[in-house]
């Protein structure tokens, strides 16, 4: 059953949905082939990586699929959605989801999924005992579900609350917002949760369509990460998704994104107390060149306790902020940069001027203490090291943790070639990086550059508004 079985050296970066990182995702380094990890691809096409982490007495499963928001049209979007909540939720030819939800107790499963705009991924962690369990009930919910006209209508209400939960949140419909305007003319435009009126349209025929089109194992990947021993584990997987049928995966042809050609500004009103301010840049795609110091710009400019665009706005004596932080996102056809703000309404036009006056100067920042001659260096705060140690804590709960690392491979070897060369250790690039590299990589995406900036007030309420009138009246 075996096409492929290579003895290598496997490096990659997490992809963009692992998200907890914060954009300067751990690349991961693995022998392969070998009593602690293996790579292969079966004669139908799905590709395996296996590795074995003998810490905790856990194995984490998980399966993605090379479908997301991108893969939808506008009749069509929103059915990934649809697909999630019914592979979750729903029932497969073999058994009702009140069983399969009293069996996976019983084996002590935690079961989840996750939909970007690449892919899907399905996520299963349990005891290392039931890790044969695991991959069966994997394989049935994700090949042989069942579609009924009820259990659809059942999945569309919980959806639609899902979707105007997040209408309600600003951050949401603000990053929403930046992303369809950054993104205009690229599938990577439409928004994860689908279009509502698609979605109550949507019949079964059409979505189990879609489904066939989409779910088959040259379109997908498994990894498994755990307490296991990978011969075993390696010829259950070859009985149990070996015999799945061969079939040609659906054609992908997708541009990279490319950077706006003018300025986009929105203005938005929701019922809220705060205002918020939402600026985005486009920024390099996943395993560019640029991700990694890009990631660790996010870091230095928004995160952690010091950052440095939070002492322009919101620690200096004119607080025009309430918070400040910064995200990258890294996906597989281009990338975004967004800074989030939480204000006064009365000090958006003030925060908005000094935000496009921060990034424009940004490429001439010091963000190391070598920047400073010798005698200034004692009480100068030295953002880059300290994005350094912040990522080597992060790396280290990466390889800690299973369940992050497996869904990292999964979506790694579902998108990318894997090369027979040895990859230079990912802190070693880390380390690599100096404050000049950050500046050039601040010219290249952000100083100077054109953006989306949204803007989210609180509405009027009813006296304004007559205030207001009464006003231009006179």
Wanted: glycine fraction near 6%; include cysteine.
């Amino acid at each position: 059953m075996i096409v492929e079985m290579i003895d290598l050296k496997l490096k990659a970066a997490a992809i963009s949905l692992i998200l907890f990182i914060n954009g300067a995702l751990p690349v991961f380094t693995a022998n392969t082939g070998s009593a602690h990890n293996k790579y292969r691809v079966l004669e139908n096409g799905l590709r395996i990586y296996l590795e074995k982490r003998d810490n905790i007495p856990l194995a984490n499963i998980v399966f993605a699929i090379n479908v997301g928001s991108k893969d939808e049209s506008t009749e069509t979007s929103g059915m990934v959605h649809l697909l999630e909540h019914l592979i979750l939720l729903g029932e497969t030819e073999y058994h009702t989801f009140t069983d399969i939800n009293l069996e996976m107790r019983r084996h002590g499963v935690d079961f989840n999924a996750h939909t970007s705009h690449d892919l899907m991924t399905f996520e299963i962690s349990l005891p290392t005992q039931y890790w044969e369990f695991g991959l069966n009930i994997l394989k049935e919910k994700l090949f042989h579900l069942k579609f009924s006209q009820q259990k659809l209508a059942k999945e569309k209400e919980i959806i639609f609350k899902e979707i105007a939960q997040d209408q309600d949140r600003p951050l949401t419909t603000g990053t929403l917002l930046v992303l369809q305007n950054l993104f205009k003319n690229h599938p990577y435009e439409r928004p994860i949760s689908g279009d509502q009126k698609v979605i109550e349209n949507t019949r079964v025929e059409e979505l189990n369509r879609f489904y066939k089109r989409y779910f088959v194992p040259s379109n997908c990947s498994l990894a498994v990460v755990g307490d296991i021993d990978i011969l075993d584990i390696d010829n259950k997987i070859r009985q149990v998704f070996g015999t799945l049928e061969k079939k040609e995966k659906p054609p992908s042809d997708f541009k990279k994104t490319q950077p706006l050609k003018k300025n986009v500004k929105v203005k938005e009103q929701m019922d809220i107390t705060q205002s918020y301010l939402i600026l985005g840049f486009y920024a390099p795609p996943s395993l560019h060149p640029d991700q990694l110091t890009i990631g660790i710009l996010n870091r230095v400019l928004g995160k952690g306790i010091d950052p440095l665009l939070g002492r322009m706005l919101v620690q200096r004596r004119k607080r025009l902020a309430y918070t400040i932080s910064t995200r990258y996102i890294a996906l597989e056809y281009g990338g975004a940069f967004l800074i989030y703000l939480t204000l006064e309404p009365k000090n958006i036009s003030s925060a908005r001027r000094e935000l496009i006056k921060f990034f424009k100067t940004s490429w001439s920042f010091n963000y190391s203490k070598k920047d400073f001659p010798l005698g200034r260096r004692t009480h100068v705060t030295d953002y880059l090291e300290t994005a350094k140690n912040s990522i080597k804590f992060s790396h280290q709960q990466f390889q800690e943790q299973g369940l992050n690392a497996a869904i990292s491979y999964a979506g790694y070897i579902l998108f990318h070639k894997i090369h027979q060369t040895e990859g230079e250790p990912y802190m070693t690039k880390v380390e690599k990086i100096k404050s000049a590299d950050l500046r050039d990589a601040a010219s290249r995406y952000l100083s100077g550059k054109h953006y989306v900036m949204v803007s989210i007030r609180p509405e009027k309420k009813e006296k304004d508004k007559k205030t207001e009138g009464k006003k231009i009246g006179r």
